[in-house]
């Protein structure tokens, strides 16, 4: 049961239990599916390609604040970059745009090498009012695609409720 007054790491810990109990009791894996939560502070998405008890595989995470300012966007990011160190690797400030309701580009500060390209994260301060994260793989002679981040279920709470709280700085 979700309620407003728990945690985002809470709630999303939970729905990815009731999602996991559910496909086992079929016999079938979680497969790509969308977890939410909903606090006072705002809301967080995570589109989901797989999990099990341990571990995510985590597409886009969504959090938005509707209460947010573009005035906050570089405070946010600095926020972002010294609270997400958590992730494969530490996020840097890429670019920042005060025009259009203020936006900044956060990146993987070293991307991790793969083969014949790499991997990095990217999140997205928009408005002041949304953060998204994404990672992305590049490969020589290609464009960059879109992959799952592997993550614990613990790390994945703590990067929803981070992602609020960042958004909660005005």
């Not at 597409?59 to 010294?82: L, W």
């Not at 956060?106 to 949304?130: F, I, K, Q, W």
């Not at 994404?134 to 409720?161: M, Y």
């Amino acid at each position: 049961m979700k309620t407003a007054d728990q945690k985002a790491s809470d709630q999303i810990n939970q729905a990815l239990a009731d999602k996991i109990r559910q496909a086992s009791a079929e016999g079938r894996s979680v497969g790509k599916t969308v977890v939410e939560a909903v606090t006072p502070s705002g809301r967080v998405s995570v589109v989901v390609e797989d999990a099990d008890r341990l571990g995510v595989l985590a597409g886009q995470v969504n959090a938005r604040n509707d209460g947010g300012s573009a005035a906050s966007v570089p405070a946010q990011a600095r926020e972002a970059v010294r609270r997400l160190n958590y992730l494969q690797e530490p996020l840097a400030i890429i670019e920042t745009e005060d025009r259009k309701g203020g936006r900044a580009i956060l990146r993987s500060a070293a991307p991790r090498p793969t083969g014949s390209g790499g991997e990095y994260n990217e999140a997205v301060v928009d408005g002041g009012r949304s953060i998204s994260i994404r990672r992305f793989r590049t490969e020589t002679g290609s464009r960059r695609r879109t992959v799952p981040s592997n993550l614990s279920r613990e790390t994945l709470g703590r990067l929803a409720d981070d992602l609020i709280d960042i958004l909660d700085k005005n």
